[in-house]
Each structure stands twice: as structure tokens, then as C-alpha cells.
């Protein structure tokens, strides 16, 4: 099995109901996600704010 390469250290703060900041080491801006759209209503939430979904990050990870 070859060396690790990179091992991630984050720490996840909800902040109020679906929305949740992520904090990365090393960068100082928290990354924020929650739900939007269809996600909230198909879990039938209303958040305060639309962001981004922890899915929407996931699609353009690997699309981009």
C-alpha cells in the first residue's frame, strides 16, 4: 500500500437547524452548507438561508 499522501482535519459546527460550517486546517474561511431548493423541500425544512448542499460540494469535486 503506497504512503499517505494528504489526511484531512476538519471540525463541523451546526450552526442553526440544516446549515453547518466546516472548518479545514490550514484555511481561516469556514465552508458552509445546509440545504436548497428541492433538498429542503423534500426534507420539508425551511432554513433560514439557502446554501449550498453538502452534495452540490460533492458533484463539483468530482466534476470539476
Same mark, same amino acid.
Given at each position: 500500500?503506497?504512503d499517505? $499522501?494528504?489526511?484531512?482535519?476538519?471540525?463541523i459546527?451546526? $450552526?442553526?437547524?440544516?446549515?453547518?460550517?466546516?472548518?479545514?486546517? /490550514?484555511?481561516?474561511?469556514?465552508?458552509?452548507? *445546509?440545504?436548497? *431548493? *428541492?433538498?429542503?423541500?423534500?426534507? *420539508?425544512?425551511?432554513?433560514?438561508?439557502?446554501?449550498?448542499?453538502?452534495?452540490?460540494?460533492? $458533484?463539483?469535486?468530482? /466534476?470539476?
Amino acid at each position: 500500500m503506497p504512503d499517505v $499522501v494528504h489526511t484531512s482535519r476538519m471540525r463541523i459546527d451546526r $450552526v442553526k437547524g440544516p446549515v453547518r460550517e466546516m472548518f479545514l486546517e /490550514g484555511f481561516d474561511t469556514p465552508i458552509r452548507f *445546509g440545504v436548497h *431548493g *428541492g433538498i429542503k423541500k423534500f426534507y *420539508g425544512v425551511e432554513p433560514d438561508e439557502d446554501v449550498p448542499a453538502t452534495l452540490d460540494y460533492m $458533484v463539483g469535486a468530482v /466534476g470539476g
